[in-house]
């Protein structure tokens, strides 16, 4: 079950994000504010995300994400926060807080592109230390990357594969997988499928986005495969 817990939250923070957008509305055009129904397999509700970007004063950006969801015997509600700079969104920090059942965690992680450096300190429970690592140019943490890969889709690229960071580093590739219809309020649209891989220390799986072919490429329906069958991301209207 750990293991799940962890493909599952990880791949809500790498995948890109869910929105009924009209022409130059919601990210990167203002601000946004991104509210999902988490469906177990068998199509039964277990909780919702709900995903904010905020522009920042200086530029940059400040983006949220929210998650409750019911999985069985240990439920997950956490929250993360995370801004960025430039026009390519490069990390500035990320701070974590995970409750899955009784485990509570929070920690954050800072990062110094100029030095290609980043130290990530436990802040709960007391003690638990920091760490520094190197980075790559313009390193992201996974809940940035995701809408610096909605940018580029916006601007007709996919993008590149490279290392995201959330906690540990992952390796995050995207590949198109080509148009496909998808059912949204009844109706069939046009999308554009991507599929995701995600390699880490300790894991090692793909997951399906399917972006809506909008000004602001707007994923409208995210699959994640797990052991008992596919859980998926919806657009709340």
């Not at 009924?20 to 055009?29: N, Y």
């Not at 400040?62 to 409750?68: A, K, L, R």
């Amino acid at each position: 079950m750990t293991s799940l817990r962890r493909i599952f939250v990880l791949a809500l923070a790498c995948a890109p994000l869910i929105l009924a957008a009209d022409q130059l509305t919601g990210f990167p055009f203002q601000n946004e504010t991104l509210r999902y129904r988490v469906n177990w397999p068998g199509g039964r509700s277990l909780g919702d995300v709900t995903l904010t970007a905020h522009k920042a004063g200086d530029g940059g950006w400040d983006f949220d994400m929210s998650t409750t969801v019911g999985i069985p015997v240990v439920p997950i509600a956490d929250q993360y926060k995370a801004s960025a700079s430039g026009a390519d969104l490069c990390s500035s920090t990320l701070q974590r807080e995970i409750s899955h059942g009784t485990k509570k965690v929070t920690e954050k992680t800072e990062f110094d592109q100029k030095k290609s450096q980043a130290q990530r300190q436990t802040l709960v429970p007391a003690g638990g230390g920091k760490s520094e690592f190197a980075i790559p140019t313009c390193a992201r943490d996974a809940l940035s990357f995701q809408y610096f890969a909605r940018r580029e889709m916006g601007q007709g690229r996919v993008p590149p594969a490279g290392k995201v960071f959330f906690g540990a580093g992952y390796e995050v590739k995207m590949v198109y997988a080509g148009a496909q219809d998808i059912p949204v309020a009844g109706k069939p649209v046009v999308t554009d499928h991507v599929n995701v891989g995600v390699k880490g220390p300790a894991s090692d799986f793909s997951f399906e986005i399917f972006y809506a072919r909008d000004p602001a490429r707007t994923p409208l329906l995210i699959k994640i495969p797990v052991s008992i069958g596919t859980v998926s991301l919806e657009l709340v209207r």
